[in-house]
């Protein structure tokens, strides 16, 4: 990405869609790959794990490098004037959302998880929509890209009390990303430990918070004893976590405000 930039943001833009939109091409001969070409699959266009144990990939980097150019190459568009900026916007996330339409209606290229049809009509909806994200396919590009694009066009009307929370993660991607990790392990520890559940079984998640090893074997045994919470608690424990995230990220925001240490763009 480092190198692309200076191909400039319009060639950029047509790299990431070319590359989001031929990934499958590249997927589809390396499913049964054999030997050392599993690891060249692993790291570059398919997740799945390392060999011994190592570990874990779940971001690829070519696919996603695609979405990154798509965010690059795009971003002068949000430089126009309002008028303009808004009709474009509109036009961009409308089509993309017709594309992943007419894509995942084909029900092949687009996923390589096809979609069946059930006895009712919410179920095909859902099937409709499951469409996969590690790696990212191009139905997943164009409707969340598409989806995100519209929303934006709401929260640019927004009250500057709601949208500057959103304002604060956009301008501290990274550090916000990484932050919610933590914070979301510790919140579950804290949850899990005042419900009864004993330490033993969150030492694996107490070592991922601080980025020490990966959460091997800690998992099953929680599901095990009826670890988790209905849908109405998962929206609770993401309204919770962002709520606790956003103080340290609009400290962060302050912080790349006042200094100019080129390290901290990238964050």
Known sequence: MAALVWIGPRLVLVVGGAI???APVAILPL???PGALVLLRTFTVLPGPLPGGMGIVL???V???GVMCLGFGYGHVFRLPASVRARTIALTGAGSLVIFAVLRGLNGYGDLSPWKTWPDATRDIESFLNVT???PSPDYVLVTLGISLLIFLVIERLPEMVSRPLTTFGRTPLFTYIAHFL????LQIAVGLSLGYPLRIFQNYVATAVGVMFASGSLPEVVRLGWGFPLWGTYLVWLTVVALVYPLS???ERVKQSRQDRWLRYL
């Open 31 to 33: 499913l049964h790959a």
């Open 63 to 65: 696919p996603w490098l």
């Open 133 to 135: 994200k590690y790696p």
């Open 20 to 22: 989001v939109l031929l």
């Open 250 to 252: 609009r400290w962060f």
């Open 183 to 186: 914070v979301l392990h510790c």
């Open 59 to 61: 971001y690829p980097f």
